[in-house]
Nanobody, 122 residues
Framework: QVPLVESGGGLVQAGGSLRLSCVAS????????MGWFRQAPGKEREFVAR????????DYADSVKGRFIISRDNAKNTIHLQMNSLKPEDTAIYYC???????????????WGQGTQVTVSS
């Protein structure tokens, strides 16, 4: 497992932007596929975006495609989630996670951060 710490959440108006960061305190970080998930009150945790550790390929949930951008910096053990054109329905706790396989299922992710709150006001 890889210890992960998220940051960058906050309160923003609809249409605004936020950038989330996730730092891994383990050099093994670069061998994992990384993903972002979110969980809104009363809802299940859902996939947001992922990035492949070898190819850098990215994948997004349809609900965020064209608005969010995931990126990773293996040299700094960091991934980011740039969130643009935010909507009230993006309000949730956002988690970064590490997986040993290419997957958009939460059950395939072996390490999780503590989460960071994102609130989008209308």
């Amino acid at each position: 497992q890889v210890p992960l710490v998220e940051s960058g959440g906050g309160l923003v108006q609809a249409g605004g932007s936020l950038r989330l960061s996730c730092v891994a305190s383990d050099s093994a970080f670069s061998t994992y596929d990384m993903g972002w998930f979110r969980q809104a009150p009363g809802k299940e945790r859902e996939f947001v975006a992922r990035v492949d550790w070898i190819t850098g390929s990215m994948d997004y949930a349809d609900s965020v495609k064209g608005r969010f951008i995931i990126s990773r910096d293996n040299a700094k053990n960091t991934i980011h989630l740039q969130m643009n054109s935010l909507k009230p329905e993006d309000t949730a706790i956002y988690y970064c996670a590490a997986a040993s396989r290419w997957s958009n299922r939460a059950s395939d992710y072996v390490s999780w951060g503590q989460g960071t709150q994102v609130t989008v006001s209308s």
